[in-house]
C-alpha cells in the first residue's frame, strides 16, 4: 500500500465518510425520528410537508436537524479558518474526530439508556447533525468537490450531465469518484438499515464510528504523503 498515490488515499477517505453518512442518515431516519442528519434536501422538503399537517412528519425534529447541521458547518469551518487547498489541516482533523467521538458517544449513551425519549432522540439527531455539517467544512480543504460526503443528487446530475450519453467526456478519474460516491451512499443506507435489523441503532451508529475512523486515517495519510511528495519535489 506504500505505493498509493496521496490522491487516492484522499479519495478512499472521502468515500468512506460517504459510507459513514448513508449509515446515520440510515439510522436517524429509520430508528430515530424520521430524520435526516445529512441529507439537508430531504429535510427542507419534509418541513415544508409538515408545516402543511402532513400525519407522521416531524416539524420540530427537521428543523432541529436543519439548524444543527447549519451550526455544525459554521463551527467547523470557524475552527478550520483558511488553509491551503488540496491538503486536511490538523484542525480539520481534530474536527473529524470530535464528530467520531460524538457518534460514538450516542451509540454507547443509546445502548446503556435502551429506549430513549423524545428530548432525547431529538438532541440525538440535532448532534448528529451538527457532525455532517462539520463533516462537510473538515474536507473542504481538499477540494475534491465530486464527493461531498453528505449528498449525491448534484453528483448524480454532473455525473449524467457530463457523461458521453449526453454528448460530452469526464476524465476518468472524475467518473469513478462520482460514481463511487453514490455507490458509498447507497452501500451505507443498506449497511445502517441491516444493522439496524441485526441489532438495533446503536450498533448502526458504532459501525459509522469505525468508517469515519478509518476515513480519518486515509486521509491523514494522503496528506502527510503529500506533504512527503511537495518537500521532495522542492528539494
Sequence with gaps: MSGVRPVAWHTAGLLLLTLATGIIDA???LALDRVFTGNMTGNVLFIGFAATGVPGIPLLNNTLALVGFFVGAVIGSRTIGKVKPVSLPRT????L???AVIT????VFWHVTGEINQAEMITMTTLLAGCMGAQVAAVKPIGNADITTVVVTSTIANLARESRLAGHGQPSHVWRHRAGAIAAMGAGAAIGALAIKVSGGPLSLIVAGVAGVAAL????VGTRKLATSEASAAA
Excluded at 480539520?92 to 474536527?95: P, S
Design 217 to 220: 486515517a486515509a486521509l491523514v
Design 97 to 99: 474526530v470530535a464528530t
Design 104 to 107: 460514538f458517544g450516542s451509540a
Design 92 to 95: 480539520a482533523v481534530w474536527v
Design 27 to 29: 439510522t436517524s431516519y
